[in-house]
């Protein structure tokens, strides 16, 4: 690609400390706040959660302390906006959409008071965060699910503020709550589809795979972490198949980070269910792979099978792919992400390579 082409990356992270959240936080809360950080941490303390800690332990053990992958977890980009835009410019990165590493859904539900308020509060850290240049740090505004009525308020509070992202729950079920099809949801789903914001599903450790995680026998747990990706099919099922997308044809969902190739077997064995297996589908009115194709984005790191290959290209859409550099984790492609897109996306035709690391997400995120 060329010095002058533009790059965006769908999916960066932002280390906000709790103590940036309780900042904004009114102190009559921070016990209630503590408390349910603290039962978070011991419920993270095993399954899927201690899998992956006990990996990125390993990992620090068996590499040298200034491993470069592992060192770009500790640059100041990772929590200091400033420090970032400095970063992006050396990678040749004009704009990140930008996930909290803590999810704020799994532990702000257990406030025995000030839930909402924590909610606010941690969406003005991570605003603080982003306030450095709100242009090419768009922050995802985390709207926890418990409580619609205020999630309700929350995204019309932060779309006020002038948001461009939201972030939901991969699975409600992790947190005790219906899956989206559930027609709770739909208040919140009316505001979000009114606001032209997308919905921005994250990736990350699935707690429903924690048996899995007991029954794998391998030292990293490899059996389990390819599932934590593909499980995304789960959710996307809800979604589509559920209905949301029939009562809500207007809603942009983005899935975060699930990678590309298994979902173009996905889209082909969903609408062979509904056409020559006779599956009924009755929330739907069209094939799967037309909401998808309408309603779903994905993000993906570096996957060139899926690009280079017309037919999985070609059934997931390269109007529904969109390049991150996932900065700053291991994987990430920083500072090298320029080449790293000219070789992976090199397959590409110039107009496709656009619609990937730039052209799809300018639309998604109304940038």
Not at 52 to 69: G, I, L, M, P, V
Not at 70 to 77: E, K, T, V
Not at 335 to 342: C, D, E, G, K, Y
Request: hydrophobic share 40%.
């Amino acid at each position: 690609m060329t010095a002058t082409e533009l790059l965006i990356s769908s999916d960066s992270h932002a280390q906000v400390s709790h103590d940036a959240v309780k900042a904004h936080l009114a102190t009559k809360f921070h016990g209630d706040y503590d408390a349910a950080v603290a039962g978070y941490a011991q419920r993270m303390a095993k399954g899927a959660a201690a899998a992956n800690q006990a990996w990125q332990t390993a990992r620090k053990q068996e590499e040298s302390s200034d491993s470069f992958r592992l060192r770009n977890l500790g640059r100041p980009g990772h929590s200091d906006g400033v420090a970032r835009l400095a970063d992006m410019d050396v990678d040749g990165v004009q704009t990140e959409i930008i996930y909290s590493e803590v999810s704020a859904f799994r532990y702000i539900r257990d406030l025995e008071h000030g839930a909402s308020e924590a909610t606010v509060a941690f969406n003005d850290a991570l605003r603080e965060f982003g306030a450095a240049d709100p242009t090419r740090l768009v922050v995802s505004y985390q709207i926890p699910i418990h409580d619609i009525d205020a999630a309700v308020r929350e995204v019309q509070r932060v779309v006020g503020l002038g948001a461009k992202s939201l972030q939901l729950p991969v699975f409600p079920p992790e947190v005790g709550l219906p899956d989206y099809y559930h027609e709770r949801y739909d208040p919140l789903f009316a505001v979000i589809q009114e606001s032209g914001l997308p919905i921005c599903c994250h990736i990350g450790l699935n707690t429903m795979l924690d048996d899995l995680t007991r029954r794998d026998p391998t030292p990293g747990k490899c059996v389990m972490i390819p599932m934590t990706a593909m499980s995304t099919g789960e959710a996307l099922g809800m979604w589509i198949m559920g209905g949301v997308f029939e009562r809500f044809p207007d809603l942009k969902v983005v899935f975060v980070e699930p990678g590309l190739g298994w979902i173009a077997w996905w889209l082909y064995i969903t609408d062979d269910m509904a056409t020559r297996q006779g599956y009924a589908l009755p929330a739907i009115t069209e094939l799967p792979s037309f909401y998808f194709h309408r309603n779903v984005f994905v993000t993906f790191i570096d996957e060139t099978d899926a690009l280079v290959s017309d037919a999985l290209r070609n059934r997931i859409g390269v109007e529904n792919m969109m390049w991150s550099s996932d900065y700053p984790h291991p994987v990430s492609s920083w500072p090298n992400s320029r080449a790293v897109v000219a070789e992976s996306l090199g397959g590409l035709s110039p107009a496709e390579r656009e619609l990937v690391v730039s052209a799809n997400a300018k639309r998604v995120w109304n940038l």
